[in-house]
């Protein structure tokens, strides 16, 4: 089968190759035919070594399909069930599951990132965050193939494998929104878009999307933004916005430390600031002791939405069916296989919110 690989820390540029083998399945794993798979910026960061993972390592976290093989002992899911890729799912009976924080759950997680998912000519080849979704096949444990209804489109079942979770479970979950609140979000890509999305479901008056592109900024106000500015406008905007007060809710969603002290300055006392980009281990942000006592604004990182997938999949299909959670439009692109690079490039050139492949 054919797959998009990866060999070395700061490729650039993926190998589409033929000849690729999945695991063997075991008794709890399920094989799934990938038929899409979102492309997004935590692929380029694992490319370029900011997010570890073993290499060589098939891309994509971020896939939906449909159930080709089940393990002797998997009961859960069943040969022909549409799923979604879960690269973090919940084991059910850990502390952090049973303590209803199943995002941080890692019994499953950590062995799959662990274990190679794929052969290439006989040598093992990992597979990103443990999946590897830019693959046409791929074994998996059980619990990382969640069952959506069938009538839901790949293209959409699959953002709701990553982005979409993140960012509107940054909202529900995370920040705990309020109606009437105002809001900034720092970076508009998929995640960013979803925290938009989220915000505007939540019932926020004021919701300022911030980017350096052009071309997202002309393309949120569909998603509920109700402002946006580029980087070098964003303080004029919150004085005139707030009463220089600054925002209830600043949402960082790129990964970066600087953004990070921008979103702390535009948070009010009292605010929150909310943490949802996947940075780099040396990439330090800096508070000091007397502004934290005297600000009193919450910093609030999230994990993968804050939520457990096993019911957040499940409100985001019923926002997406009722009309309030627009998904088709996020995708700006849909491209093959063999044109993954286009999709990278398009990221890195901002131009794109989220680009799907269809397998």
Same mark, same amino acid.
């Given at each position: 089968?054919?797959?998009?690989?990866?060999?070395? &820390? @700061?490729?650039?540029?993926? #190998? $589409?190759?033929?000849?690729?083998?999945?695991?063997?399945?075991? +008794?709890? *794993? !399920?094989?799934?035919?990938?038929?899409?798979?979102?492309?997004?910026?935590?692929?380029?960061?694992?490319?370029?070594?900011?997010?570890?993972?073993?290499?060589?390592?098939?891309?994509?976290?971020?896939?939906?399909?449909?159930?080709?093989?089940?393990?002797?002992?998997?009961?859960?899911?069943?040969?022909?069930?549409?799923?979604?890729?879960?690269?973090?799912?919940?084991?059910?009976?850990?502390?952090?599951?049973?303590?209803?924080?199943?995002?941080?759950?890692?019994?499953?997680?950590?062995?799959?990132?662990?274990?190679?998912?794929?052969?290439?000519?006989?040598?093992?080849?990992?597979?990103?965050?443990? &999946? @590897?979704?830019?693959?046409? #096949? $791929?074994?998996?444990?059980?619990?990382?193939?969640?069952?959506? +209804?069938? *009538? !839901?489109?790949?293209?959409?079942?699959?953002?709701?494998?990553?982005?979409?979770?993140?960012?509107?479970?940054?909202?529900?979950?995370?920040?705990?929104?309020?109606?009437?609140?105002?809001?900034?979000?720092?970076?508009?890509?998929?995640?960013?878009?979803?925290?938009?999305?989220?915000?505007?479901?939540?019932?926020?008056?004021?919701?300022?999307?911030?980017?350096?592109?052009?071309?997202?900024?002309?393309?949120?106000?569909?998603?509920?933004?109700?402002?946006?500015?580029?980087?070098?406008?964003?303080?004029?905007?919150?004085?005139?916005?707030?009463?220089?007060?600054?925002?209830?809710?600043?949402?960082?969603?790129?990964?970066?430390?600087?953004? $990070?002290?921008?979103?702390?300055?535009?948070?009010?006392?009292?605010?929150?600031? !909310?943490?949802?980009?996947?940075?780099?281990?040396?990439?330090?942000?800096?508070?000091?002791?007397?502004?934290?006592?005297?600000?009193?604004?919450?910093?609030?990182?999230?994990?993968?939405?804050?939520?457990?997938?096993?019911?957040?999949?499940?409100?985001?299909?019923?926002?997406?069916?009722?009309?309030?959670?627009?998904?088709?439009?996020?995708?700006?692109?849909?491209?093959?296989?063999?044109?993954?690079?286009?999709?990278?490039?398009?990221?890195?050139?901002?131009?794109?919110?989220?680009?799907?492949?269809?397998?």
């Amino acid at each position: 089968m054919r797959a998009a690989m990866v060999r070395t &820390t @700061g490729q650039e540029r993926a #190998e $589409v190759l033929e000849g690729f083998t999945t695991r063997p399945l075991g +008794p709890e *794993d !399920v094989r799934v035919r990938i038929r899409a798979s979102g492309v997004c910026h935590s692929d380029l960061s694992a490319m370029n070594g900011v997010l570890a993972n073993r290499r060589p390592f098939v891309l994509g976290h971020e896939g939906a399909g449909e159930v080709l093989e089940v393990g002797r002992d998997v009961r859960a899911v069943r040969v022909g069930e549409h799923v979604t890729v879960c690269w973090v799912p919940p084991c059910g009976h850990c502390a952090f599951c049973l303590r209803g924080e199943g995002n941080l759950c890692t019994e499953v997680f950590v062995p799959a990132a662990q274990s190679p998912n794929f052969l290439l000519d006989g040598e093992p080849v990992y597979g990103m965050c443990g &999946t @590897g979704t830019l693959a046409e #096949e $791929v074994v998996l444990p059980w619990q990382c193939a969640v069952p959506v +209804p069938a *009538d !839901v489109p790949f293209d959409v079942a699959a953002l709701i494998g990553c982005g979409v979770t993140t960012g509107v479970g940054a909202v529900f979950n995370t920040a705990r929104v309020h109606p009437g609140a105002t809001v900034a979000v720092i970076g508009c890509g998929g995640v960013g878009v979803s925290v938009i999305q989220g915000a505007r479901i939540a019932g926020a008056a004021e919701i300022l999307a911030v980017d350096p592109s052009a071309d997202k900024r002309e393309l949120v106000g569909r998603f509920g933004a109700t402002r946006t500015a580029a980087p070098d406008e964003v303080r004029t905007l919150m004085k005139e916005l707030t009463g220089r007060q600054g925002f209830d809710y600043v949402f960082e969603c790129v990964g970066r430390g600087a953004l $990070v002290r921008q979103a702390y300055e535009l948070a009010r006392r009292g605010g929150s600031v !909310v943490v949802v980009g996947a940075g780099s281990r040396d990439d330090k942000v800096e508070f000091t002791m007397n502004e934290l006592f005297y600000d009193n604004k919450r910093i609030l990182p999230t994990m993968y939405g804050g939520g457990d997938v096993r019911v957040e999949y499940d409100r985001l299909i019923r926002l997406w069916r009722a009309g309030r959670l627009d998904l088709a439009s996020m995708v700006t692109a849909r491209l093959p296989l063999e044109r993954v690079d286009e999709a990278l490039d398009l990221l890195r050139s901002g131009a794109a919110v989220r680009t799907v492949i269809e397998l």
